[in-house]
Antibody, heavy 120, light 108 residues
């Protein structure tokens, strides 16, 4: 059974870089059938797609965050990662990693999410 | 960017009643690329419906989706207490993917 697990610091200082990793188990991140994405949710608010990546390294970002976001993949560790630079309090959110079938597919598998707070 | 507007914001109904949730898009969305998610308190979203009307694996048949163009609907035919959740629509046909702001379903 596929499982995704987010990990990383729960507290990041303003202007610094938020870094999270999603570890995939029960399936290979190198499968040609899937894309791997990040979605966030500010406390008490709605969902925002951040970006997605294919195992080959091709990444696609939300234009609203593109200048600050990098998503990368490490097939040897079955992981993919999110870096978000120059964070502010507005970046405080639960960050989810997810799997979807293609760039035009919904997210059928989600991690449990991890809360990242931006504060000094 | 396609903006999705959901209504109502909150729906309060009794068990056994029918819930009708609406999702309106700022521009036409192919029905192939419209999904609904259920998010229970403290949990990650769960895919309910994709392609506007196809139920995801394991989703009870009391959940149904319909619609086309700019208007889409999720119906929960007979509410059960465990349906307490926020429901989000999502379009995934046009980048950036976008979500509606959610409809909260409360059980009386």
């Amino acid at each position: 059974q596929l499982q995704l697990q987010e990990s990383g610091p729960g507290l990041v200082k303003p202007s610094e870089t938020l870094s999270l990793t999603c570890t995939v188990s029960g399936g290979s991140i190198s499968s040609s059938s899937y894309y791997w994405g990040w979605i966030r949710q500010p406390p008490g608010k709605g969902l925002e797609w951040i970006g997605s990546i294919y195992y080959s390294g091709s990444a696609y970002y939300n234009p609203s965050l593109k200048s600050r976001v990098t998503i990368s993949v490490d097939t040897s560790k079955n992981q993919f990662s999110l870096n978000l630079s120059s964070v502010t309090a507005a970046d405080t959110a639960i960050y989810y990693c997810a799997r979807h079938g293609s760039l035009s597919s919904p997210s059928k598998n989600w991690g449990q999410g991890t809360l990242v707070t931006v504060s000094s | 960017e396609i903006v999705l507007t959901q209504s109502p914001g909150t729906l309060s109904l009794s068990p056994g009643e029918r819930a009708t949730l609406s999702c309106r898009a700022s521009q036409s969305v192919s029905s192939t690329y419209l999904a609904w998610y259920q998010q229970k308190p403290g949990q990650a979203p769960r895919l309910l419906i994709y392609g506007a009307s196809s139920r995801a694996t394991g989703i009870p048949d009391r959940f149904s989706g319909s619609g086309s163009g700019t208007d889409f609907t999720l119906i929960i035919s007979r509410l059960e207490p465990e349906d307490l959740a926020v429901y989000y629509c999502q379009q995934y046909g046009s980048s950036p993917w976008t979500f509606g702001q959610g409809t909260k379903v409360e059980i009386k």
